[in-house]
């Protein structure tokens, strides 16, 4: 199995979906397909480094939080992400995020993320031992 | 039709499913046969889940753009009685508090324009910020974000955006009653701090555009509308503030929800009750971004007169009327010949009250309140008036858009932002948009047929069709 993101149709909004080996892999894998839906990740360079923690005893509850925590960054820092390394021990989660302010000639961003929802949202270990994380973010 | 849902004909254009499992009211959805048959089976299993949540009244209602949203359907209205153990939603409303339309009258016909249109694009596109990253002029410290939350539209008036008289033609006369700033956090206050007069990106935009067919003369008279006027729509919210007052009282409301003793269908329907601290709490908070939102607006149309002044001296800008698609209001509605006190909520619905109703202008109040319909880049809005069945019908609400009709990534796949651009220039209508995946994602076609929609609205009861308007100028998120 390759760690990878995909998107999922959503009639209204987007669905983000990250498979990874470990559950920290998934939540990273997650965090790409959100970047994604703004603007090709490999646009961004990871220059600056911002530290994210949260911590939430569920996991997918967890996952919202992650994603939330990206887009609240993202607005205030008016910055965008393409690297992101996750460590996940006991419902804390502990994250570096590596991206660089937006360039709108450059970049060219799509839409703005407005917040992950708990529509569609899962997070489970599949059945080949890869960990699954998703859901939709309204934009 | 393939639904697995019992969908029974109530009349023409409305269909009821009564009431199974945990659900303590039936749903209503209005919409002609087409646009049911295009409903995706996600919109009746949201209608239902919405109708099994406590103290709700009379029914749950989807209007005829419904579509698949997250919790409620977007076009879904529900009312709820605190004194029944009635609940507040933060997923009811949604992550946009307050994302409306207001339309302008330009005292301008499409000829005065036509010929400085691509001048007035550019000067819009220029001076009004837009699109990801973008930043307003206006940077707010925390006392001044607090009059900002207290005081809505009222308080851009008082900075000096706008005119006095713009008040009477908003909801709530620009300042909604009830707000707590106390109840925002820092990280809401922070985000929003820069974005004040943005107008965002996604399905917003401004446009100018033409009056195109009049449907009903008297109201078009009283809405000051003719045939051929220029008019200006704005479609934006409450920006980063409210995603963030979402965000974070969507969690709480999920964590505390067993504690409540709330059995939630989907966690995206997270709500309290009423008369719970966390529910009066979030009333607060939910009234403080209406506020942001109203606010927002008032000094995108302050942007939007000054280019006008610059490019069409001429112009005079004044509000036709201003209104919200999600929010929670308490409103008296008369449910069996009793008058109760319901808090309504509307997600991706207008609120639409009829002729006499004392929250509309006085100078508009006989004939309805307008009713602003936005419709896809390129295709053509709706101004419709309330009607005086729409109490009965669905507590005053009506549509609110054309709904989309396919997911921005289906959209992406069938349409490059560039020939967007270039067919629709072929037929005069100009855009003007930082990004052109963005431009795709929005694509007409990606969109119901707002007419059908408005049809249908009309149709059913719950508002009635005064004039339709066609883009000239468009900027887009």
Not at chain 1, 100 to 126: C, D, F, I, M, S
Not at chain 2, 259 to 281: F, M, T, V
Not at chain 2, 334 to 340: L, Q
Request: negative net charge; charged residues 25%; glycine residues 10%.
């Amino acid at each position: 199995m390759q760690a990878h993101w995909e998107h999922f149709n959503h009639e209204a909004d987007m669905g983000v979906r990250g498979v990874g080996e470990t559950l920290a892999g998934a939540f990273e894998q997650a965090a790409l397909a959100m970047t994604a839906i703004i603007v090709e990740p490999a646009q961004v360079r990871p220059e600056e480094q911002v530290d994210i923690h949260c911590e939430c005893p569920d996991r997918e509850l967890l996952l919202a939080d992650w994603l939330n925590a990206l887009v609240y960054e993202m607005a205030c820092r008016n910055m965008l992400f393409s690297r992101f390394e996750v460590e996940i021990d006991d419902g804390h989660l502990h994250a570096r995020a590596w991206g660089e302010p937006v360039n709108r000639q450059r970049h060219q961003p799509v839409v703005e993320v407005k917040g992950a929802t708990y529509t569609a949202l899962r997070v489970n270990q599949q059945e080949d031992g890869s960990w699954l994380a998703q859901c939709v973010v309204d934009v | 039709m393939h639904s697995d849902y019992h969908l029974k004909r109530q009349s023409e254009f409305s269909w009821r499913i009564d009431p199974f499992g945990k659900m303590r009211v039936p749903g209503i959805i209005y919409a002609d046969e087409a646009l049911i048959s295009d409903m995706d089976d996600k919109v009746f299993e949201q209608l239902c889940n919405v109708a099994t949540l406590p103290g709700i009244v009379q029914a749950a209602y989807a209007m005829p753009d419904a579509h698949w949203g997250y919790g409620f359907p977007i076009g879904g209205v529900a009312a709820f009685d605190a004194d029944e153990g009635g609940v507040v939603s933060a997923g009811g409303v949604g992550f946009d508090i307050s994302c409306g339309v207001r339309a302008l009258r330009t005292g301008l016909t499409i000829d005065d324009i036509e010929s400085r249109k691509t001048e007035l694009a550019n000067a819009l596109y220029r001076q009004i910020p837009v699109g990801v990253g973008s930043t307003g002029r206006i940077h707010l410290n925390d006392k001044g974000m607090t009059a900002m939350l207290t005081g809505g539209a009222r308080w851009a008036v008082e900075q000096g955006y706008g005119d006095p008289a713009d008040l009477e033609h908003i909801e709530e006369r620009g300042c909604m009653a009830g707000a707590d700033p106390g109840e925002i956090s820092a990280r809401a206050r922070k985000r929003q701090q820069d974005e004040m007069g943005t107008l965002g990106s996604g399905n917003h935009y401004l446009e100018v555009q033409r009056v195109a067919e009049i449907y009903d003369k008297k109201i078009a008279a009283a809405f000051g509308l003719e045939e051929n006027d220029a008019v200006v729509f704005i479609h934006c919210g409450s920006r980063g503030l409210g995603h963030q007052i979402g965000t974070e009282f969507l969690k709480y409301m999920v964590l505390a929800a067993s504690s409540h003793h709330i059995d939630l269908p989907d966690r995206e329907l997270a709500c309290a009750p009423i008369n719970s601290e966390l529910g009066q709490a979030y009333l607060g908070a939910m009234r403080a971004g209406i506020n942001c939102a109203l606010a927002n607006r008032q000094i995108i149309t302050h942007l939007t007169r000054q280019v006008f002044a610059d490019v069409l001296p001429r112009a005079d800008l004044t509000l036709l009327f201003d209104v919200s698609h999600n929010t929670c209001k308490v409103e008296t509605h008369t449910v069996e010949g009793k008058k109760r006190k319901l808090f309504v909520h509307r997600k991706g619905a207008t609120r639409a009250f009829g002729p006499g109703h004392p929250d509309i202008p006085e100078t508009l109040r006989a004939v309805g309140q307008p009713v602003l319909i936005g419709g896809s880049m390129g295709t053509e809005s709706h101004i419709l008036a309330g009607s005086r069945q729409g109490e009965e019908l669905s507590f005053n609400s009506a549509c609110h858009g054309a709904g989309r009709a396919m997911s921005r990534r289906q959209a992406t796949r069938q349409w490059k932002g560039r020939s967007v651009v270039d067919e629709l220039g072929a037929r005069g209508i100009v855009i003007r948009s930082p990004s052109m995946r963005g431009v795709a994602e929005e694509a007409p076609g990606a969109y119901k047929d707002v007419r059908a929609v408005v049809d249908a609205a009309e149709q059913a009861g719950l508002a009635h069709k005064v004039a339709r308007v066609e883009p000239r100028v468009c900027v887009k998120g």
